[in-house]
């Protein structure tokens, strides 16, 4: 795909019904007015991919707070381990994969970036670089599948999460994370919302409209959560600072260390997101759905 091609009907429900959402033209954003959901309106050509994850920093050091996030994810998914497989869409350097093998899982990462698959076989991570539709269908399906901030990636949605369904076993868990367009964050800065990102970021879920479109693929929601919120962030835009991610993240992380030690900042993040999550409104959307039996 060489030439720049334009959305004309909804990628999630398929309507025709769609407008330029209002406030986010610079952005090119649609919003569908059958089933809410937000997207690009660009189409990114497959050149704009290669030189878009061409720039990511995959030799990033893992944060040790991330690394015990990991082991918490890997604690809940005990419980549907069947066939002892993972799959993990959008598996980056393997830094999560790496964990699950130490534990024992038979692992397997998909992922779009030859630099980032050639870090996982240097971990020792079976990694396949592709698509999800060039990956094949096995008899021995996959236990768990994890997409941690993927989804919001995706060209082919659809065609994606019926290869996901293929891929899952019966009663198998899908564990997802991704930007929530109804987030505080993005209501107070709208078109400045660093999540805003063509053609890094093509699709925005909300919780609702996440959760309409995993039932309609054959999961059912078990869990859902918002949280989390970036006082950096916030700061910088009230105080019209210019937005610099990597102070964003140096000053976020402090922050999430002090959480991690301390009871008292623990219990107050604890109740700011049960806050979130009540209001929808944190800046990530959680959720572990499980897959239908047939």
Same mark, same amino acid.
């Given at each position: 795909?060489?030439?720049?091609?334009?959305?004309?009907?909804?990628?999630?429900? $398929?309507?025709?019904?769609?407008?330029?959402?209002?406030? &986010?033209?610079? #952005?090119?954003?649609? =919003? @569908?007015?059958?089933?809410?959901? #937000?997207? @690009?309106?660009?189409?990114? #050509?497959?050149?704009?991919?290669?030189?878009? &994850?061409?720039? %990511? *920093?995959?030799?990033?050091?893992?944060? /040790?707070?991330?690394?015990?996030?990991?082991?918490?994810?890997? *604690?809940?998914?005990?419980? &549907? !381990?069947?066939?002892?497989?993972?799959?993990?869409?959008?598996?980056?350097? $393997?830094?999560?994969? &790496?964990?699950?093998?130490?534990?024992?899982?038979? +692992?397997?990462?998909?992922?779009?970036?030859?630099?980032?698959?050639?870090?996982?076989? *240097?971990?020792?991570?079976?990694?396949?670089?592709?698509?999800?539709? =060039?990956?094949?269908?096995?008899?021995?399906?996959?236990?768990?599948?994890? @997409?941690?901030? +993927?989804?919001?990636?995706?060209?082919?949605?659809?065609?994606?999460?019926?290869?996901?369904?293929?891929?899952?076993?019966?009663?198998?868990?899908?564990?997802?994370?991704?930007?929530?367009?109804?987030?505080?964050?993005?209501?107070?800065?709208?078109?400045?919302?660093?999540?805003?990102? %063509? /053609?890094?970021?093509?699709? %925005?879920?909300?919780?609702?409209?996440?959760?309409?479109?995993?039932?309609?693929?054959?999961? $059912?929601?078990?869990?859902?959560?918002?949280?989390?919120?970036?006082?950096?962030?916030?700061?910088?835009?009230?105080?019209? =600072?210019?937005?610099?991610?990597?102070?964003?993240?140096?000053? *976020?992380?402090?922050? !999430?260390?002090? #959480?991690?030690?301390?009871?008292?900042?623990?219990?107050?993040?604890?109740?700011?997101?049960?806050?979130?999550?009540?209001?929808?409104? $944190?800046?990530?959307?959680?959720?572990?759905?499980?897959?239908?039996?047939?």
């Amino acid at each position: 795909m060489d030439e720049q091609q334009f959305h004309i009907h909804c990628i999630l429900c $398929g309507s025709t019904n769609i407008f330029n959402l209002p406030d &986010y033209t610079k #952005t090119g954003l649609l =919003q @569908c007015r059958e089933c809410g959901f #937000t997207f @690009c309106k660009k189409i990114p #050509t497959e050149k704009e991919l290669r030189e878009n &994850y061409r720039g %990511y *920093d995959r030799k990033r050091k893992i944060s /040790p707070i991330t690394i015990g996030r990991y082991h918490e994810w890997l *604690d809940m998914f005990e419980g &549907y !381990r069947k066939n002892n497989r993972i799959l993990e869409v959008g598996c980056g350097s $393997g830094h999560f994969l &790496y964990e699950a093998k130490n534990r024992g899982w038979d +692992v397997l990462g998909i992922e779009f970036d030859e630099d980032a698959v050639s870090l996982c076989k *240097d971990k020792g991570i079976d990694a396949f670089q592709g698509t999800l539709s =060039q990956l094949e269908k096995t008899q021995n399906k996959f236990d768990v599948i994890v @997409c941690v901030e +993927v989804i919001e990636h995706l060209m082919n949605l659809q065609a994606d999460f019926t290869k996901i369904g293929e891929l899952a076993r019966g009663d198998g868990a899908l564990f997802i994370t991704t930007p929530n367009f109804n987030s505080i964050t993005r209501v107070v800065l709208k078109e400045n919302w660093e999540c805003i990102a %063509y /053609p890094e970021h093509l699709n %925005y879920f909300t919780q609702r409209t996440l959760t309409n479109f995993l039932k309609t693929n054959g999961f $059912g929601i078990l869990e859902m959560t918002s949280t989390g919120i970036s006082p950096t962030r916030l700061k910088q835009f009230f105080f019209k =600072q210019k937005v610099n991610r990597q102070t964003i993240s140096h000053s *976020d992380e402090g922050l !999430r260390l002090k #959480t991690e030690t301390n009871s008292f900042f623990k219990y107050v993040k604890a109740a700011i997101n049960g806050l979130l999550t009540l209001i929808k409104g $944190g800046d990530t959307i959680k959720c572990l759905a499980i897959k239908k039996s047939s």
